[in-house]
């Protein structure tokens, strides 16, 4: 019953903690591991980067024999193969890179049953020498699956036909009842097709998926002065419930207390209060006894409230997955719900204070990273859903009409000149400085950093004193949001020319930016990372 179903899912999602780290799954992986577990054939067709492995690697371990998997390329696999390894999952690759010696004991550890995921090159595993050796892992392991990477490879419809791909298929017919998933990110209905059939996919379950949920509002608000009012006047104007999610457990405990002092029904929900206090609060929320659960990221997983119509970020989110993930809660009848992300000046202090803290380097490298694709999403103009799905490597046209920036477009103006000193500024000097540091030189500073580099000597210096610090750093940022120029991600921020930026150095391309509100500005303008 219900009851079994939950203790299933509950499993799997202990299985995705223990494994990978992970929370929460992605859309639609839960039900293609589902499937998959169940032995059914599988088309699964998500962007780039959504998270297709998982599909086959989970289902690889939980299931008793090999999972073999086809994939295209070397570098690929070794990839693939050491994050596996990295999280302590047996598994391994056999390609041409290898010498014999090297193929003959990962082909015992195999046998040993020591591994749970083989990824090979399809001309190897149709090879002469290789099909005896496959048919052992058969009688003396078992196959668990057939996991087809990249299976668009087998369509001449396709953009990146192979044709040792098509021999796939005779996988099918010496072992008919081993599932196989063929697995893409093409969304062609046309190369779709041709997978099941080239393939020889028996009744797939076919899953498409995409990480858009249209019925989600995503909006972004300066953090005013007084932010405790302006968070109780939006709750008043929203029908329904909601969760406001708050970083530390004392602003919880404290706007949950306050809220319920101003008439609305709130309960706070973190991981400091008891178990029974916490299940208590979670089961008054979704049975509507209160409106309002004012919690900590500790709260949301695996709570089933179809009807959320708010999700309220009053603390910047950690990075754009969990804040895909916590403002995912809402909507999910999918009616119209709403994510507010309410964006603090302090807050951003705050969280680089946290991120200054961490001893370890690499990761305090990535906590900065994924700091800057968070801000690059509340400051930025372009659609939000544009921005989230990029996220996820799907490409997501724009206009969506339900988000704050294509509602209320801020008003542009054309900055192609300024944009070319700015450019030509990166380039002079040879495309190794940060942001601050460009407007810097534009705006002639008698820094002695620049005079050292020889920079006051440059044809850009100075040429921007025309134009405020502030409105340069809106026009830098803007160029970075809209992809016209790169910032690295890693070590201390870069910024690059691409392709787009040389079409604006020689006038192929105008520039529209939008000018920063006074408020926003306030907020913002001050950031610089
Ligand atoms: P694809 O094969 O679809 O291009 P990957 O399987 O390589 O994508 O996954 C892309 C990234 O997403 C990887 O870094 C992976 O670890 C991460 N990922 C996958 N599933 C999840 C999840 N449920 N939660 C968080 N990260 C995930
Ligand atoms: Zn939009």
Redesign the pocket.
Known sequence: GTQDMMYQLNSLETA?KQY?G?????PG?RQIIEEALQNRDLLVI??????????F?LPALLKPGLTVVVSPLISLMQD?VD?LLDNGIGATFLNSSLGLSEIRSREMAILKNKIKLLYVAPERLLSEKFTPFLDKIALDVGISAFAI?EAHCVSEWGHDFRPEYRQLRQLRQRYPSVPMFG?T?TATKRVQEDIIVQLGLKNPGVHIASFNRPNLYYDVRPKQQRSYDQLLKYIRTQKGSGIVYCLSRRNVDEIAFRLQKDGISALPYHAGMTDEARTLNQTRFIRDDAQVMVATIAFGMGINKLDVRFVVHFDLPRNL?SYY?ESGRAGRDGEPAKCTIFLGFGDLKKIEYIIEQKSNPQEKKIAQQQLRQVINYAEGTECRRTIVLRYF?ERFQGNCDNCDNCRHPQPVEDWTIEAQKFLSCVARCRERFGMSYIIDVLRGSNSRRIEQNGHHLLSTYGIGKDRTKEEWKNLGRSLIHQGLVDETSDGLPVLKLNSRSWEILRKQRSVQIAIAQKSAENVLGKYNP
Do not use: H, W
Not at 46 to 55: A, E, F, N, R, V
């Open positions: 995705l990978f992970y929370d929460n799954f992605r992986q998500m962007p780039t980067g959504g998270g297709k492995s998982l599909c690697q693939q994050a990477d697995l990110a997955e993930q490597g």
